[in-house]
Antibody, heavy 122, light 111 residues
Framework: QLQLQESGPGLVKPSETLSLTCTVS??????????WDWIRQPPGKGLEWIGS???????YYNPSLKSRVNISVDTSKNQFSLKLSSVTAADTAVYYC??????????????WGQGTLVTVSS | QSALTQPASVSGSPGQSITISCTGA?????????VSWYQQHPGKAPKLIIY???TRPSGVSNRFSASKSGNTASLTISGLQAEDEADYYC???????????FGGGTMLTVL
């Protein structure tokens, strides 16, 4: 059974960089049929897609966040990571990592991590 | 403001059926059969319940069904149960500048 687990600081100061890692177990992040995504959810609000990466490092970002986001993959550790720079209070959210199928395997987010709350505050 | 429009809330009594709509545009729901639905209980991660407009993943109850007409996708839950009380989100592939668009979510209350 595939499992994803987010890890990283729960508190980040304004203007600093938020860094999170997602560790994948029970399957290989190098599987060419899937992408690996970050999604966030501000408290009491809806879901917002942040970006995706595939095993080769090809990335896709939400244009609204593109200037501040970097997603990378480490296949040797079966992990992928999120960096969001110049954070403000508006970036306070539960951050989820998820597996995304491609158009052939089913375009959806089929496995999710449990989520981690990141608060931006001084 | 979310790219896909969902009603903020719906409600129904146990045993009844409810339908949640999800309205997008020709750049997403209207053109592509890549609509998915997610169920989220409080404090939990979203769970995939429908993908590619109508397909249920293994293990998801057949009380959940979905369809699409034009720019609007719909999720129907039949035989409502207390455990169905949750937030429901639709999502779609988008050919616009962002790969994914989400609905704002619908809170389902089982009366």
């Amino acid at each position: 059974q595939l499992q994803l687990q987010e890890s990283g600081p729960g508190l980040v100061k304004p203007s600093e960089t938020l860094s999170l890692t997602c560790t994948v177990s029970g399957g290989s992040i190098s599987n060419k049929d899937y992408y690996w995504d970050w999604i966030r959810q501000p408290p009491g609000k809806g879901l917002e897609w942040i970006g995706s990466i595939d095993y080769s490092g090809s990335t896709y970002y939400n244009p609204s966040l593109k200037s501040r986001v970097n997603i990378s993959v480490d296949t040797s550790k079966n992990q992928f990571s999120l960096k969001l720079s110049s954070v403000t209070a508006a970036d306070t959210a539960v951050y989820y990592c998820a597996r995304q199928g491609d158009f052939l395997s089913g375009f959806c987010l089929d496995y999710w991590g449990q989520g981690t709350l990141v608060t931006v505050s001084s | 403001q979310s790219a896909l429009t969902q009603p903020a809330s719906v409600s129904g009594s146990p045993g009844q059926s409810i339908t949640i709509s999800c309205t997008g545009a020709s750049s997403d729901v209207g053109t592509y059969n890549y609509v998915s639905w997610y169920q989220q209980h409080p404090g939990k991660a979203p769970k995939l319940i429908i993908y590619d407009v109508t397909t249920r993943p293994s293990g998801v109850s057949n009380r959940f069904s979905a369809s699409k007409s034009g720019n609007t996708a719909s999720l129907t839950i039949s035989g409502l149960q207390a455990e169905d009380e949750a937030d429901y989100y639709c999502a779609s592939y988008s050919s616009s500048s962002t790969l994914w668009v989400f609905g704002g979510g619908t809170m389902l209350t089982v009366l």
